[in-house]
């Protein structure tokens, strides 16, 4: 299980090598993704808190990037963290997420993307609950849902 600490230590030093690469120019993305899709995942974007797919679904599943596939989250690490955002306290697996601090609008944030496509996730914070101690604030735009049962 990651805490934060190890998260720190991704962002300082190396983030964990990603099972695969998918590798493609901005202007392919602009024209593979969606644009409210592309603003999050490749310049990112934030969506409108509660106003977004996933911040109230809590069936089982999982939790894909929205840019190139990978497994990201499952549903049974989601929990309700009152931000407007689904929330997570892990990733699916230690590699999936790659951690880059972000001191954009004046905060100290660490950024989440993912570790395959480079897409921006959200952030990660310190202020999750036990036993992780992390809080995975994720836009919706960024992920499509699996359904349980339905991941080929
Ligand atoms: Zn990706």
Redesign the pocket.
């Known amino acids: 299980m990651l805490r934060w600490i190890d998260v720190l230590t991704f962002a300082r030093y190396s983030n964990p090598e990603p099972p695969r690469r998918?590798e493609l120019a901005e202007a392919e993305w602009a024209r593979q993704l969606p644009p409210a899709r592309f603003r999050v995942l490749r310049q990112q974007g934030t969506e409108p808190p509660y106003r977004n797919a996933y911040c109230r679904c809590y069936e089982p599943g999982l939790y894909a990037?929205a840019?190139?596939?990978?497994r990201l989250f499952d549903s049974a690490t989601k929990y309700h963290a009152i931000s407007g955002w689904p929330s997570f306290t892990q990733p699916r697996a230690p590699n999936a997420i790659k951690y880059t601090c972000d001191d954009s609008l004046g905060m100290q944030r660490m950024e989440a993307s993912?570790n395959?496509?480079d897409?921006h996730l959200g952030h990660v914070f310190p202020d999750g609950p036990a036993p992780s101690g992390l809080r995975y604030c994720i836009n919706s735009a960024s992920l499509v849902r699996i359904p349980a049962g339905q991941d080929p």
């Open positions: 998918v990037c840019g190139c596939g990978s993912c395959v496509c897409a």
